[in-house]
């Protein structure tokens, strides 16, 4: 069964880190592209990064640009995000998903994505 789970969330202070991890069972991780997602209240769920399935291309929503970084362990089936100067305005419910393509076009399109895991819930406050 294909799964994904998503680990890491929690309650940080502005300015803090966390990183979020996602590990993958019943498929081979280095098949997908695997993208971020974010969902913060009432708001619409937005794509914020993207890894290629080598590792070897990265994309960045221009508001976590700098202060994010995506990273992937095939060898673990694991994917991260390096949260770091977190804002109040990272809060939100974090995705990941997997895309059975090896690049991260239309990274930021619900549509391209096949599998999708439950979220972490991520809230920034002091």
């Known amino acids: 069964q294909l799964q994904l789970v998503e680990s890491g969330g929690g309650l940080v202070q502005p300015g803090g880190s966390l990183r979020l991890s996602c590990a993958v069972s019943g498929f081979t991780l280095d098949d997908y592209a695997i993208g971020w997602f974010r969902q913060a209240p009432v708001k619409e769920r937005e794509g914020i990064s993207c890894i290629s399935r080598r590792g070897d291309s990265t994309n960045y929503q221009d508001s976590v640009k700098g202060r994010f970084t995506i990273s992937r362990d095939n060898a673990k089936n694991t994917v991260y995000l390096q949260m770091n100067s977190l804002k109040p305005e990272d809060t939100g419910v974090y995705y990941c998903?997997?895309?059975?393509?090896?690049?991260?076009?239309?990274?930021?399109?619900?549509?391209?994505?096949?599998?999708w895991g439950q979220g972490t819930q991520v809230t920034v406050s002091s």
């Open positions: 998903a997997a895309r059975g393509w090896p690049y991260c076009t239309g990274y930021q399109s619900e549509k391209v994505y096949h599998y």
